[in-house]
């Protein structure tokens, strides 16, 4: 048995659709009588909604909307394509930027021998090649909470171990049971003029 075709649902009009998701309203999507324009291809001012679309039309461009609280609402002759697309590229970058950096743990105890020492050393200096920071710490177990000078010396040595490449944010700190500091990778930093001399 074949189904009757389902009524059509009021006027639907794909394009409205489209409007609806867009981040910035643009061209016809402005319906305040005024805009303040900027930008680099128009004088600055204020202009009428139908002026300004008329000159992004002259120029083949859309009116965008960039900030529709002030009054009169900012806009801006441009690409509105080519925008979006700059924006996302944009985004994506600090999101790759801001991801590179971690914290890595490199833990040790009053009593770590030479051995165990350099072994941390040499993974920590491969962490702070890679941007991250380092987070080191002396974790006491029991009565050795006592030796606190011990456990400054051990993260004190590893900074100055460190120097080349690495940075302490601040002096060790007691935390509970652990004391801890942490090294930020050195920046290529511009040496001093006086440093040529």
Do not use: W
């Not at 009021?10 to 910035?24: A, D, L, M, V």
């Not at 300004?52 to 002030?70: C, N, R, T, Y």
């Amino acid at each position: 048995m074949a189904f009757p075709p389902r009524p059509p649902r009021g006027n639907f009009n794909p394009r409205f659709r489209k409007e609806q998701q867009q981040e910035h309203r643009t061209n016809h999507m402005i319906r305040v009588p005024q805009v303040r324009l900027v930008g680099d291809n128009v004088t600055v001012g204020v202009y009428s909604t139908q002026e300004a679309m008329k000159m992004a039309q002259e120029q083949g461009l859309d009116l965008v909307e960039i900030s529709p609280q002030a009054d009169p609402p900012v806009c801006k002759i441009i690409d509105y394509n080519k925008f979006l697309y700059e924006k996302k590229k944009k985004e994506k970058e600090m999101k790759a930027n801001s991801k590179t950096a971690e914290v890595k743990e490199i833990r040790f105890t009053p009593g770590t021998d030479d051995h165990d020492f350099d072994f941390k050393a040499r993974h920590a200096e491969s962490f702070l090649k890679e941007g991250n920071k380092v987070k080191a710490y002396v974790q006491f177990k029991g009565r050795a909470i006592m030796f606190k000078e011990r456990g400054e010396l051990v993260l004190l040595k590893f900074a100055e171990r460190l120097a080349e490449i690495g940075q302490p944010e601040g002096m060790p700190k007691l935390e509970g049971k652990r004391m801890l500091m942490i090294l930020a990778p050195k920046g290529k930093q511009k040496k001093p003029k006086d440093a040529k001399e």
